[in-house]
């Protein structure tokens, strides 16, 4: 059975009820903002691509509704910000939410009065359309780290599967994947305490498939990570750091604790949108803190003391040294120890974010994500060079981009680092301004 989180039909949002799941399937009808901010903040809908999506039809039934009853520009501008905010705050941790509901805004603020509907229609279904795509190329991506590999044992957290966004999903895409070409065993799945994600959706999802799959309690994951000889673990995620820090339910850190000492690799698999490089760290993401009922009872039923004191955050933070990798459609990023503070740098003069990994420098400018392009976006190409001369050659770019702006192309490390020299001064970078230390590092000296 395919199963979809949501749908947008006849100018109303319909949500799959997950907090009812298993054991009922039935879709909510909403033609009101609050109420679908509601569902994002009660876990009707859940998941940080799939709650992007919701919100951007929230965002979208918030205008219908304000030019209903509104003429005024001002006014529907006023009221249309304070829904996106309203939006925003139902979920807080969650990226994707904030970046579905810019997108909205930045759409509103750039159309005619007259398209504002029609565009922003077009904007949510392209959300939700994209979605789609980058769940697929997520799972070709994940996939590809384990080719040539047979009979895996795959351990998961929680739900990333196709009720977390609206295609076959981030961990389990690449999950299903694996299944689709043959190279499953067995998935083990955390029940994934308080709420039971794992149990309640994943393990749902995984036999609706019929991928082989055991449920655990989250408590046996370090006996099966002992006894059953899981190759991998692969999670979701809600937000990313810049340095690659990575927040996810509950539970996630335990795993990647335990994956380090059973030596275990640890994979994040999520959209780019997933990164916010306004953080430098895991430490900068806000936590939230739900219901205390939602661990003193299970289905309504107490299963402690009804006043006992709680904690119940919702999210903790994986470190980025414990990550083995972060699946993007974009492509794996690893060796995540390179994204620190000196190679991660916010260049405020042109508000561009550079993210250096192996043998690629990706560059965030303007919210989007090119490879090593200068800030007007001219086109380049990229091959494989040494860490450093990768370095020098961003740094230089963004610190001389104003004046330069060229199109960049790169050599292959394996052409002689005296060739590497004539290219870069034909670009108009001077090799006799380096410092002999800078010279000595790239092997110009």
Excluded at 181 to 191: A, M, P
Excluded at 241 to 251: L, Y
Excluded at 319 to 346: Q, V
Excluded at 381 to 400: G, K, T
Aim: with cysteine.
């Amino acid at each position: 059975m395919i199963i979809h989180s949501l749908e947008w039909k006849d100018n109303k949002l319909y949500l799959l009820d997950q907090t009812r799941l298993p054991g009922t399937y039935v879709y909510l009808e909403y033609s009101d903002y609050l109420k679908v901010a509601d569902a994002i903040k009660n876990l009707v809908v859940r998941g940080a691509p799939a709650i992007g999506i919701a919100a951007a039809y929230g965002m979208l039934l918030a205008y219908q509704n304000l030019s209903r009853d509104c003429q005024d520009i001002a006014t529907i501008e006023k009221r249309f910000l304070y829904a996106a905010d309203t939006m925003k705050m139902a979920r807080p941790t969650a990226v994707n939410l904030f970046w579905a509901v810019d997108e909205m805004i930045k759409v509103f603020k750039n159309t005619k009065l007259e398209n504002i509907y029609g565009a922003l229609l077009r904007k949510a279904n392209e959300i939700e359309r994209q979605d789609k795509e980058i769940c697929s190329r997520i799972a070709d991506q994940g996939a590809d780290i384990f080719k040539g590999k047979k009979h895996l044992k795959i351990l998961t957290h929680c739900n990333a599967g196709a009720l977390a966004t609206a295609g076959i999903g981030t961990a389990l895409g690449v999950i299903t994947r694996l299944h689709q070409h043959g190279q499953l065993s067995c998935v083990y799945v955390d029940e994934t305490r308080p709420l039971l994600q794992g149990a309640r959706l994943t393990a749902a999802e995984l036999v609706s498939s019929q991928i082989p799959v055991r449920l655990i309690s989250d408590s046996m994951a370090a006996d099966v990570m002992k006894r059953k000889k899981i190759d991998a673990v692969i999670v979701g995620a809600d937000r990313i750091a810049g340095n690659g820090d990575t927040a996810n339910k509950i539970g996630t850190y335990g795993i990647a604790v335990l994956c380090k000492y059973h030596q275990i690799p640890f994979y994040v698999a999520a959209p780019f949108s997933t990164f916010d490089f306004s953080i430098s760290s895991g430490k900068d993401i806000p936590i939230e803190e739900r219901n205390p009922d939602e661990v003193r009872m299970v289905q309504g039923i107490y299963i402690a003391p009804k006043n006992i004191p709680v904690y119940n955050p919702s999210f903790d933070i994986t470190p980025n040294e414990l990550i083995t990798g972060i699946i993007t459609e974009k492509g794996a990023l690893k060796d995540l120890e390179r994204i620190s503070d000196s190679h991660y740098e916010a260049r405020k003069n042109i508000e561009a974010y550079i993210l250096l990994n192996g043998n690629t420098i990706y560059l965030m400018a303007e919210g989007r994500l090119v490879n090593l392009a200068a800030g007007d976006g001219h086109p380049v190409e990229i091959m494989d060079l040494s860490f450093a001369m990768q370095a020098l050659a961003v740094s230089y770019l963004c610190e001389h981009e104003k004046e330069l702006r060229p199109q960049l192309y790169l050599l292959p490390r394996e052409l002689d680092e005296k060739v590497a020299e004539i290219k870069l001064k034909s670009m108009g970078y001077e090799i006799d301004t380096l410092s002999d230390k800078q010279k000595e590092y790239l092997g110009l000296d």
